[in-house]
Every structure is written in C-alpha cells, then in structure tokens.
C-alpha cells in the first residue's frame, strides 16, 4: 500500500498563502491521476483540486482562481499552492488519488486554519 504524508499546514490570516506537500512512498505514484482533498469540521470529504497524469487540472468552483495543484513525479510529490485564503477554507487537507482506491492509504492530513 502507498503511504501518503501531507505537510505544510498552519494558522494564516485571511488573504494569506500556504503551500501544502503531499509524499508518496512508492513508485507507481506517476501512474495516478492524484488530487487535494479537505474535510471541515462537520461536512464531508470533498475534492478541492485534481492533477492527472498528463498534468491537466481541474478545480472545484470554490477555489478556482485561487489554488493550484502541481506535481512531481520524480520526486513523487503532490502539492497545492493556496493564496487568497478565506476562513471558509479552514479544513484538514489530504491528497490521494482520483478517485480514491484502497492502493493509496488515507494519511493524517494537515490542518489548514484561516483566522485573523
């Protein structure tokens, strides 16, 4: 099973930047379409960003304009530029891959908190 440690999380004042990293621990990671996920106090899972392996990308409307999903498959990395944040974005935030399947293992997350 792939292991999956996401990073960069933190406390940032609204209209602030984060930059979120996602490690995968296997090879077999430029084979996936991959993507950002977060889940907020109370709501479900939901997909914020996407990657496929050709690179195309695609965003859900929330955050369009404002995020930015890139990757690395030489160093089997994901990561998800986030500016403009607003207090709506308070979420922890996963990768995995799109869609979601039992080879990549759900890691901690990491919490992203916009507040002033």
């Known amino acids: 099973q792939v292991q999956l440690v996401e990073s960069g999380g933190g406390l940032v004042q609204p209209g602030g930047s984060l930059t979120l990293s996602c490690a995968a621990s296997?090879?077999?990671?430029?084979?996936?379409?991959m993507g950002w996920y977060r889940q907020a106090p109370g709501k479900q899972r939901e997909l914020v960003a996407l990657?496929?392996?050709?690179?195309?990308?695609n965003y859900a409307d929330s955050v369009k304009g404002r995020f930015t999903i890139s990757r690395d498959n030489a160093k089997n990395t994901v990561y998800l530029q986030m500016n403009s944040l607003k207090p709506e974005d308070t979420a922890v935030y996963y990768c995995n891959s799109v869609p979601a399947i039992a080879r990549f293992a759900w890691g901690q997350g990491t919490q992203v908190t916009v507040s002033s």
């Open positions: 990657i496929e392996r050709s690179g195309t990308t």
């Open positions: 296997g090879s077999i990671f430029s084979s996936y379409s």
